[in-house]
């Protein structure tokens, strides 16, 4: 399983456009193939920053997931919509109970 975390730093006047438009991404991601867990956070000491948690079944599927055109179109309109660089990390996990 791969988790995927990231996040971006609203424009205060562009904050409502960055929920709005980050809702309908997460809701469309969690329809595609291998998406295991997709949501948006919204930071509770800072508002402006907007966190993405996913996880995915495997490579194959993130890579599908960043392929789908509307998963650029989603990239380029946040793009305008925020200040400074976003984040992305990807880890590789394996769930373990305990």
């Known amino acids: 399983m791969l988790i995927v975390t990231g996040s971006v730093h609203a424009r205060p ?3 409502a456009d960055v929920l709005a438009l980050s809702v309908e991404h997460v809701h469309r991601s969690r329809a595609e193939p291998g998406c295991l867990f997709h949501t948006v956070h919204q930071d509770v000491e800072d508002p402006n ?3 993405f948690v996913e996880h995915w079944q495997d490579a194959d599927a993130l890579r599908t997931h960043f392929a789908v055109p ?3 179109a989603f990239v380029a309109a946040l793009t305008e919509l925020v200040a400074g660089s976003p984040t992305l990390e990807i880890y590789d996990a394996t769930p373990t109970r305990l």
Do not use: A, K, M
């Open 70 to 72: 509307e998963s650029g």
């Open 49 to 51: 920053r907007i966190v």
């Open 13 to 15: 006047d562009r904050l």
